[in-house]
């Protein structure tokens, strides 16, 4: 894999069917092969189901009580990403992954 696509969002909550819908149609046409999202507004150990065939990797950091802020970064399955190092934010504002593609060291942060 020599060209990754990467695409960033602020999806402003993803809690409602009709909106992760939508978002995976926004997803598909924009031939991401790694997506970085804001503003999910999940609440731990809550977590929607976010079944996609292309996207078999998903990563997140939610808050631990509240439907506000966090992060998810998602990877497609194509991406032969293995990962080292994940730290999140307890209140759902940040994710860092550290790993490798194709042996190459990267980092992937969302603040």
Do not use: Y
Not at 10 to 35: C, E, M, T, Y
């Amino acid at each position: 894999m020599s060209t990754s696509h990467i695409v960033t969002w602020n999806v402003h909550g993803l809690n409602s069917p009709r909106k992760r819908s939508r978002f995976f149609r926004q997803l598909r046409s924009s031939r991401a092969d790694i997506a970085i999202l804001q503003e999910t507004h999940f609440k731990q150990g809550k977590l929607p189901s976010l079944p996609h065939h292309q996207f078999t990797q998903w990563f997140n950091s939610c808050h631990p009580t509240a439907k506000k802020g966090g992060v998810t970064i998602a990877l497609k399955k194509m991406v032969p990403f293995s990962v080292s190092t994940c730290i999140t934010d307890p209140e759902g504002r940040f994710l860092f992954l550290k790993g490798t593609i194709a042996n190459t060291l990267v980092t992937i942060v969302r603040l």
